[in-house]
């Protein structure tokens, strides 16, 4: 727990070395596992984190319900690998499937690797219908946890639910009107106007997404979860200021991610459509072999 509040709070070299103390002390500790995840997530060491949670496998793999979420890290790197289909295949095999206990923790991991297929145009097949489904099966006449209200969010606009999208955003707008607890701030201040944003996305009004997020992109924090799990809205407001055609917008901000992880292939991949859109051609073919070039190196690791 130590070596993960180092790593949110940017020590990362010092959150890794508490991280691999602790594993030291005790293999199996998957929190222990899961910071040290985080460390190399945040770094952009794709090939590192692999290698030190394929190497771990047994440790980690089975035996316990936060597993689900270390899988969940796994399928991230290999997102930034380029196998989407080593992705999907996690997804289905420890994320979400039939036999998925449907706790909140592992339909919001489900809801946060779909959403960057979506942003990346890869076709879901069908997946988001079923979990849109499980998501519907736990809704009520309340709000849960604001962080996990807009997962299911995410889930419904993924598979075109729309009317449940906006049933549950009016449900949480319901809940934090006067309410003076942490989750009513959490929700008005970044929960509801993120869903908004997502909503807007997925309907394809992307100047509203743009809109909706980038005021509060500087108070995601305040909204709960990582800083890897949070990324997922840093992403959508890219891609929404491209789509929207927010050229200065899409260039600032892409350059802004790269600064802070300039060995992620999203970032390089993001980054040359930001700079194809404002017309610089041979900035986005450039960004471009940025990306190959690390992508080739990832794709290494995985293939152990």
């Known amino acids: 727990m130590h070596a993960f509040g180092l790593e949110e709070a940017g020590h990362y070299e010092a959150a890794e070395e508490a991280g691999l103390a602790a594993l030291d002390a005790n293999p199996d500790d998957v929190w222990a596992v899961h910071a040290v995840v985080h460390t190399h997530e945040m770094r952009g060491?794709?090939?590192?984190?692999?290698?030190?949670?394929?190497?771990?496998?047994?440790?980690?793999?089975?035996?316990?319900?936060?597993?689900?979420?270390?899988?969940?890290?796994?399928?991230?790197?290999?997102?930034?690998?380029?196998?989407?289909?080593?992705?999907?295949?996690?997804?289905?095999?420890?994320?979400?499937?039939?036999?998925?206990?449907?706790?909140?923790?592992?339909?919001l991991d489900a809801s946060a690797l779909l959403w960057r297929l979506l942003l990346?145009?890869?076709?879901?097949?069908?997946?988001?219908?079923?979990?849109?489904?499980?998501?519907?099966?736990?809704?009520?006449?309340?709000?849960?946890?604001?962080?996990?209200?807009?997962?299911?969010?995410?889930?419904?606009?993924?598979?075109?639910?729309?009317?449940?999208a906006?049933?549950?955003?009016?449900?949480?707008?319901?809940?934090?009107?006067?309410?003076t607890g942490t989750n009513g701030f959490m929700a008005t201040k970044v929960g509801i106007p993120v869903a908004e944003a997502l909503l807007a996305f997925g309907q394809g009004r992307y100047d509203e997404a743009v809109a909706g997020l980038a005021p509060i992109r500087r108070d995601f924090h305040r909204f709960g979860g990582s800083h890897a799990q949070r990324d997922a809205l840093k992403r959508t407001l890219i891609e929404a200021s491209i789509r929207a055609g927010d050229k200065d917008m899409a260039r600032a901000l892409s350059a802004e991610r790269l600064s802070a992880r300039?060995?992620?292939?999203?970032?390089?991949?993001?980054?040359?459509?930001?700079?194809?859109?404002?017309?610089?051609d041979a900035g986005?073919?450039?960004?471009?072999?940025?990306?190959?070039?690390?992508?080739?190196?990832?794709?290494?690791?995985?293939?152990?």
Not at 266 to 277: S, V
Request: proline share 2%; hydrophobic share 40%.
């Open 166 to 179: 906006r049933e549950t955003i009016d449900r949480l707008q319901r809940s934090a009107a006067g309410a």
């Open 284 to 304: 986005a073919a450039a960004a471009e072999a940025h990306s190959a070039e690390h992508r080739s190196q990832f794709a290494i690791a995985l293939a152990r």
């Open 45 to 107: 060491e794709v090939a590192e984190g692999l290698g030190s949670m394929l190497e771990r496998q047994d440790d980690w793999g089975d035996g316990n319900l936060f597993t689900t979420h270390n899988w969940w890290h796994l399928a991230l790197y290999a997102l930034e690998a380029g196998d989407t289909s080593r992705a999907l295949a996690v997804y289905d095999d420890h994320i979400h499937n039939d036999q998925a206990a449907g706790v909140p923790i592992e339909m």
């Open 262 to 280: 300039p060995r992620s292939t999203c970032n390089w991949l993001q980054r040359a459509r930001a700079l194809r859109a404002s017309g610089d």
């Open 120 to 164: 990346d145009g890869t076709d879901d097949g069908g997946r988001f219908q079923s979990l849109a489904t499980s998501w519907a099966a736990k809704s009520g006449p309340e709000p849960w946890y604001v962080f996990n209200d807009v997962h299911a969010v995410m889930a419904y606009v993924g598979a075109a639910r729309f009317d449940d």
